[in-house]
């Protein structure tokens, strides 16, 4: 908070921080709300400042959230409120998602009929979220597609407070004897 001339006598102010509107941050979720009095002491001191605490969530893909700051001077000063006279605070979003596979190998016996592949995420998010699984050939493999699996590409669903995902992969029955597939 800032003010433009020097004063004989202490300039109280009052700050109130408050969920914007529409409501992006949430009081108490993202931001402590404050209601409170401070001032500028007599003499020169042209800038106070007035800490306001952010809570560090750990919330995905929320992206960036808002919340609003309002300055009042309470009477009997004849002192003006200047402008602006609101200011909005932008928490940035800095909670970064990770989704991967819960192992990095998967065994199963022909026999079986399919393989149950899993995807984690290390957090919850503020919305659903979408990957898409994908079992093909590479160069390095020794399993067919068409052959000894069905080539898929899925997509699975993450529910916000979802923490795993699994789908079954098909494996082909064949009367071949062959050594391990990969």
């Known amino acids: ?5 020097d004063t004989a006598e202490e ?3 009052n700050i ?3 969920e914007s509107d529409p409501v992006d ?3 108490s979720q993202d931001f402590i709300a404050i209601s409170t009095q401070s001032s500028f002491p007599v003499g020169d001191q042209h800038q106070s400042c007035v800490d306001i605490q952010i809570v560090d969530d750990t919330l995905a893909l929320e992206g960036d959230e808002r919340f609003l700051l309002q300055l009042s001077i309470p009477p009997p000063l004849d002192v003006i409120t200047g402008q602006p006279n609101t200011s909005q605070v932008v ?4 909670d970064d998602l990770t989704v991967q596979f819960t192992q ?6 022909e026999s079986e009929g399919s393989v149950v592949v899993c995807l984690e995420k290390d957090k919850d998010t503020a919305q659903d979220i979408i990957a898409t699984i994908t079992a093909s050939e590479v160069a390095s493999t020794t399993a067919t597609a068409g052959e000894d699996f069905e080539a898929i590409e899925r997509n699975v669903s993450f529910a916000s ?3 795993s995902v699994c789908i079954a992969v098909p494996i082909f029955i064949d009367d ?6 990969h």
Do not use: H
Not at 1 to 5: L, P, R, S, V
């Open 104 to 109: 990095s190998e998967y065994e199963v016996l």
């Open 1 to 5: 908070i800032e003010k433009n001339k």
């Open 11 to 13: 300039v109280f102010f």
């Open 25 to 27: 941050a949430k009081a």
């Open 176 to 181: 071949i004897v062959e050594n391990e597939e």
């Open 161 to 163: 407070n979802d923490s």
């Open 91 to 94: 928490i940035i979003d800095n």
């Open 16 to 18: 109130i921080a408050e």
